[in-house]
């Protein structure tokens, strides 16, 4: 029996446990390489950098409240988006109806209800990779009567992909409040973003600089007992749905 009076050692079996669970429930469809990006229309590239901002915006898939000075939230997530299959058989050579995104992410309180955090991830078979960082103001700390109410404001870059550049940048407003140990939170929020094709000079491409502007809505639930936090979430942007979860140590 292994003893868990450790809290390494919880953390390590817990964050074990859940990337486990979290790759179990990833599709079994794969994403692949962007790069074939010379089969494509300007048109249809709008399309796949809608999709690619749609999932690769930052997701905290965390409530309102603050962690406060000495809070830390440690954890692994998954988010799956919706994808225009078509198009990136087209870019890829493999279809894609959903782009599953393993995540490695943290948090960190600071003085004055302010959080920060950051996030990396990569998909599956695929040569995304993806960074991102996050600041957080409180502007109410929430209560035993009063829900949170945060501000966050959050920028993501991707890498791998010699042929395309992405950049999010994203404003959202949200909400939480604690029931014992079930905290519902949502959101509403803007995104912002550039998508280039990098090397479209030098492979003849006719491809343009993409700029999508995208509203996102997001609800979820957070669980915790002791130190050993989970969460789900659901989000929509202009291009579909999407969902997430994370699993980790919140304390």
Not at 185 to 205: E, F, M, R
Request: glycine share 12%; charged share 15%.
């Amino acid at each position: 029996m292994i003893r868990l009076r450790n809290p390494i050692r919880l953390a390590m079996v817990s964050i074990a446990i859940g990337s486990a669970l979290l790759l179990a429930a990833a599709p079994a469809a794969r994403a692949a390489d962007i790069d074939s990006l010379q089969n494509l229309t300007q048109p249809q590239f709008r399309v796949l950098a809608e999709d690619l901002v749609a999932a690769l915006s930052y997701k905290a898939i965390s409530p309102a409240e603050p962690l406060g000075v000495t809070g830390f939230d440690l954890g692994v997530g998954l988010s799956v988006t919706e994808t225009s299959g078509s198009v990136w058989k087209l870019a890829t050579g493999s279809g894609t109806d959903y782009l599953p995104m393993p995540r490695l992410m943290l948090q960190k309180g600071l003085p004055f209800g302010i959080d920060v955090g950051g996030f990396y991830a990569a998909a599956p078979g695929s040569n995304i990779k993806l960074w991102g960082g996050e600041l957080k103001y409180a502007i109410l700390e929430g209560n035993t009567v009063m829900p949170a109410l945060a501000v966050r404001g959050a920028v993501t870059g991707m890498s791998g992909v010699d042929d395309l550049d992405v950049e999010t940048q994203s404003v959202e407003l949200v909400v939480s409040k604690g029931l014992l140990n079930i905290t519902p939170y949502g959101g509403i929020g803007q995104v912002w973003s550039s998508v280039t094709p990098s090397s479209a000079s030098s492979l003849g491409l006719p491809l343009r600089k993409e700029s999508p502007s995208m509203t996102r809505v997001h609800a979820g639930l957070g669980f915790k007992v002791i130190l050993i936090n989970f969460a789900v979430e659901v989000d929509h942007t202009d291009t579909g749905f999407g969902a997430s979860t994370r699993f980790g140590l919140r304390w």
